[in-house]
């Protein structure tokens, strides 16, 4: 399509269609380069604050079904080794909520006061360790209900999937990603955001 602009120089031009980006062509079609670190922290920011609105949420309903589930006449009949799990699994997921909530408490304590690298550095770091600990609460009530349907066996044999492919998903792909891939090109005299 002709905007009846003629294109600036020393524009790049974007890929033919079916050809993948390059790696610096990614960076250009993001805006990256054109953008001031002021920008990218703004940005980073914003994505960091719906990131932990996205998964607070999950994580209160969550947290509020566990809460709700000891005062059901079934609950009584789970074994002990079940009440332990079930515990463990409750401040697992207490302690993601906290971390989740923690980085929004900080942003508004800390408004104005020229912190948004500090946020964003430790609400990254916040989310990191809540999605530990939802890893644990997610395989710990897996392991209860199966155990409760199904039995011991399956029991382990479900805690151990959700604990691999959590793991996997979480974890394991992007720390491998991250290990195996080289950095983006940086600029001289900006840093990634």
């Known amino acids: 399509m002709n905007t009846g602009r003629a294109p600036q120089r020393g524009a790049r031009r974007p890929p033919p269609p079916g050809e993948p980006a390059q790696p610096e062509d990614r960076d250009a079609a993001d805006g990256e380069r054109h953008k001031s670190r002021l920008e990218r922290l703004d940005r980073n920011t914003v994505e960091l604050l719906n990131e932990l609105r996205v998964a607070g949420t999950g994580i209160q309903v969550l947290f509020a079904f566990l809460l709700v589930v000891p005062f059901n006449t079934g609950f009584s009949g789970l074994s002990s080794v079940d009440r332990y799990i079930y515990f463990a699994t409750l401040l697992c997921i207490a302690a993601a909520a906290t971390l989740l909530i923690a980085p929004s408490i900080h942003h508004r304590i800390l408004f104005r006061q020229a912190q948004k690298p500090y946020i964003v550095r430790v609400g990254n ?36 999937l959700a604990a691999g492919g ?28």
């Open 125 to 160: 770091q916040f989310m990191i360790a809540a999605m530990v600990f939802l890893a644990f609460g997610f395989t710990g009530i897996l392991i209860v209900i199966s155990d409760v349907l199904f039995g011991g066996v399956t029991a382990a044999i479900v805690g151990l």
């Open 166 to 193: 959590i793991g996997a998903l979480w974890f394991a792909l992007p720390l491998n990603r991250r290990h195996n891939e080289p950095p983006p090109r940086r600029l001289s005299g900006r840093s990634r955001g």
